[in-house]
């Protein structure tokens, strides 16, 4: 072909001159990429597909970086040709077979305005190559397409072939019939050799934007996509993935509309990304400061599970359960193939009007991903996966159902004793095994489901009856019970005192304004307010970044029922009310769980077979009326709420106190029994290490009395305080020098602790009275100044003198060998 009389430049040399740059694209090396390197990989590991940073051609030039977003099919057969003619010069022919084989570009990087969801799509990006992310809902099988036929004429012993192109392809070629010949230009017949005709696997998948950043209360949108060749079977459904591709018409419907599709160039996988590939939140370094600062606090876990649902007013043991679900525990997989789960499900059963779905829709807003379903509203294979079939083709897909979408988040059950029996057993395995398997329609595969469940339901008759055991209330099978870690059993006890205080806080909460707001002027919603977290994202990025306190400001109006909790008169001071913002608490459980999970300690996990074995015995001993079945997995409950537990503290290892929380907890949701303490004058508020306040008197998940039950130990010596073995961390955990002390025989005598504590207390109200802790290797040189050699104090006299003064909650000493004041 030649040039044309107006001087354009035929197709054929455009084409040209377009692979002769791509080629020196790919032939070029910098600091950040050698795809001549990418090239030889490609072949050593037999793939036909290499993946161009776009970036990086942008750089190289910018024209044929815009050419290849804007017009595709216009540049992509040229930068396919680039790369096959460099395949030929790189690949060993001795080694390496690359005869009939296609090589294909594929995208990542930057795409600017061509990055787009299912729900902005439009008729301007048509033809234009774009980039969007969502999560897989449907998957074909994969068929065989013809691309290539071959036919025989026996009359003539002549061979005749035949392509197939659709408008499906990537070329400005126009489409052929898709009917095969049956006879030649002259009439004679052929018959066709499927042995040497050329077909390509093929695919269709259907991809639906992402729950959690779709706005609320309308249809969620999808996008049919079309995989070819290699691109199938790279994803199966509730994978969350980001697919680059060109958007195409697929012809004419109805009154004039047209179907669209997706034509996959590459497909990267979100799941196996950190989080899975959930919206996350920007951490700012003072974001990081200030959880790495709280998490010191010996009262991080408390203060965290109060500030959950701030508007709730008691359950105690209940929002401490939701703040250690959403941390979750170690999930292990063993190179055995064994899977045991890191995940903690949850049920609350009780009498109606006990803010049960209230804790639901506060799981459903704090939670990085979450799905909300009602018993009535899903069937088993809506909660698990269905096999349907295509109106179009006619062929058996897979279509995923809720708690495979929710893979790696949470799945929020209301109404769980509305389901049928048979819809119940499909969640079987689900919750345990965490995988979905199914097998029908000839399709047998197995899809990952690895999400926690929190379910609410109401007693068989209505409202729990007390008087009857509790599994003649729930009516669940045992096999579904055992599968929930932890079962609250939430009961609305008549109680003048509690029933007054519930009525203030629901009256103070209707008495609330928001700031600004004048009474008896109607609150007008905020149009401006954002529906999805990649928004919000946006915008918190778009804004200069400016330090924020992780705490609220206190609102009685809004926060009475913290302070029915966590008030409390100690030595004539009222405590301080503290609240975390929730935009804070998301931003600590999300930097708790990026982190390494902690690991068990022997210490711990020797506590955890004594409280299991201890659980066992009990229950057969004194036939306790317990809420689920102790079953060995109830043992693994233990090790998922000890690792949470160490979660929420940043800590790296699980220790002993995490262990007892654990119990505390399980010991609650059992046989709502409340964590034992030493007996003394006046109550105290429960200290499990850190955890939430278990047994406050106003929780309604409380037994009637709502008494913490005595300690079967025995009252200390009035002249001499013994610390029972292995209590407390020792001079030589802590890393401190004994020498220098007086002899030390184990035992604290009164006059040496009334030594040490006016000392102290006269320490904290002078040198340290702005501090409020001290590590304990500060503290000790300072409590021996001036004293005789022959009274100096010891580490190890030291640390026992502080946990005798830890008893009566007038200091704590921590793990860390950290003094705190309290």
Not at 141 to 147: G, T
Not at 392 to 413: F, H
């Amino acid at each position: 072909m030649s040039l044309l009389d107006d001087g354009l430049v035929v197709p054929d040399d455009l084409m040209r001159d377009r692979s002769r740059i791509f080629e020196e694209f790919l032939q070029s090396e910098s600091q950040l990429y050698d795809y001549k390197d990418s090239i030889a990989r490609m072949l050593r590991w037999k793939q036909t597909r290499l993946v161009v940073n776009i970036d990086d051609l942008r750089d190289y030039r910018r024209d044929f970086a815009d050419g290849l977003l804007k017009s595709p099919t216009d540049f992509l057969p040229a930068f396919e040709n680039a790369l096959t003619v460099l395949v030929h010069q790189i690949a060993d022919t001795r080694k390496q077979s690359i005869e009939d084989q296609t090589f294909r570009v594929g995208f990542s990087g930057s795409f600017g305005d061509h990055h787009v969801s299912p729900r902005t799509l439009r008729a301007s990006q048509l033809n234009k190559m774009i980039s969007l992310e969502g999560i897989v809902t449907r998957c074909s099988l994969v068929r065989p397409k013809m691309m290539k036929s071959v036919h025989y004429c026996p009359t003539t012993t002549l061979f005749h072939s035949q392509q197939y192109r659709d408008a499906t392809t990537t070329t400005n070629l126009p489409p052929t019939s898709v009917i095969p010949p049956r006879e030649d230009d002259n009439g004679n017949p052929l018959e066709m050799e499927y042995g040497h005709s050329v077909f390509q696997d093929h695919q269709r998948i259907s991809i639906q934007e992402m729950p959690e950043r779709a706005p609320p209360g309308q249809l969620p949108r999808s996008i049919d996509v079309i995989l070819d060749d290699d691109m199938v079977d790279r994803c199966k459904p509730g994978d969350r993935i980001q697919l680059v591709g060109i958007f195409r018409s697929m012809g004419g419907g109805g009154s004039g509309t047209f179907r669209t599709m997706l034509l996959a160039n590459n497909i990267i996988l979100l799941s196996s990304k950190v989080g899975g590939g959930i919206a996350q939140q920007t951490l700012l370094d003072s974001d990081i400061r200030d959880i790495n600062k709280l998490a010191k606090r010996p009262d991080i876990v408390d203060l965290l599970a109060m500030s959950l649902a701030p508007s709730i007013c008691g359950h105690d043991y209940i929002k401490l359960a939701v703040l250690l679900l959403l941390l979750g525990g170690a999930e292990k997989n063993l190179p055995n193939g064994t899977h045991i789960r890191g995940d903690i499900n949850m049920l609350m059963v009780g009498d109606p009007s006990t803010a049960k779905s209230q804790m639901l829709r506060f799981v459903l807003n704090i939670a990085p991903l979450a799905i909300a379903t009602t018993g009535r509203g899903s069937s088993g294979v809506g909660l698990t996966a269905a096999v349907t079939t295509d109106r179009e083709t006619g062929e058996r897909r897979l279509e995923a159902g809720a708690m495979v979408l929710a893979d790696r988040g949470v799945v929020c059950i209301d109404e769980f004793d509305k389901m049928s029996d048979i819809d119940r057993v499909a969640i079987h395995e689900v919750m345990e095994q965490q995988t979905v398997t199914i097998a029908k329609a000839g399709i047998h595969t197995t899809l990952n489901a690895r999400c926690s469940v929190v379910a609410a339901a109401n007693p068989i008759y209505g409202q729990y009856d007390i008087h009857k055991d509790p599994h003649r209330n729930i009516a669940l099978p045992d096999s579904l019970l055992s599968r929930f870690d932890l079962l609250f059993i939430v009961t609305d006890d008549v109680n003048e005192e509690h029933d007054r205080m519930i009525a203030d806080h629901v009256l103070r909460m209707h008495r609330y304004l928001p700031p600004g707001v004048e009474e008896g002027t109607p609150i007008f919603d905020n149009s401006a307010q954002f529906l999805n977290i990649a928004d919000q994202t946006q915008a918190d990025a778009d804004r200069e970044p400016q330090e924020v306190s992780p705490f609220e400001k206190f609102d009685p109006l809004l926060h009475i029922g913290i302070t029915k909790n966590l008030s409390s008169t100690r030595r004539g001071k009222e405590k301080k009310m503290e609240v975390l913002s929730i935009a804070f608490i998301k931003k600590y459980i999300q930097y708790a769980k990026d982190r390494t999970p902690p690991v068990l300690t022997k210490g711990a996990a020797d506590l955890i077979v004594n409280f299991y074995a201890t659980l066992r015995n009990e229950d057969s001993e004194r036939n306790l009326k317990k809420t689920s079945p102790l079953t060995a997995r109830t043992l693994e409950t233990l090790i998922r709420l000890a690792t949470a537990h160490a979660k929420a503290r940043l800590s790296t290892k699980v220790q002993e106190k995490d262990a007892r929380a654990a119990e505390a907890l399980l010991r609650f949701a059992l046989f709502k029994e409340v964590a034992k303490r030493p007996k003394k004058n006046k109550k105290r508020r429960l200290n499990t290490g850190g955890s939430a306040r278990l047994g406050g008197g106003h929780d309604s998940d409380e037994e009637e009395s709502g008494e913490e039950e005595e300690s079967d130990e025995e009252e200390e010596e009035p002249k001499r305080m013994s610390m029972p073995p292995g209590k407390g961390p020792s001079a030589k955990d802590a890393g401190m020098d004994v020498d220098g002390g007086a002899e030390y025989s184990g035992e604290l005598h009164q006059e040496r602790f009334q030594l040490f504590r006016s000392r102290l207390a006269k320490i904290f109200s002078t040198k340290l009275q702005d501090s409020e802790n001290v590590r304990l290797t500060e503290l000790v040189p300072m409590i021996n100044e001036g004293l005789p050699t022959e009274e100096l104090f010891g580490s190890a006299e030291a640390v026992e003198a502080l946990q005798a003064m830890g008893q009566s909650e007038e200091v704590m000493l921590d793990d860390d060998g950290v003094v705190w004041k309290i």
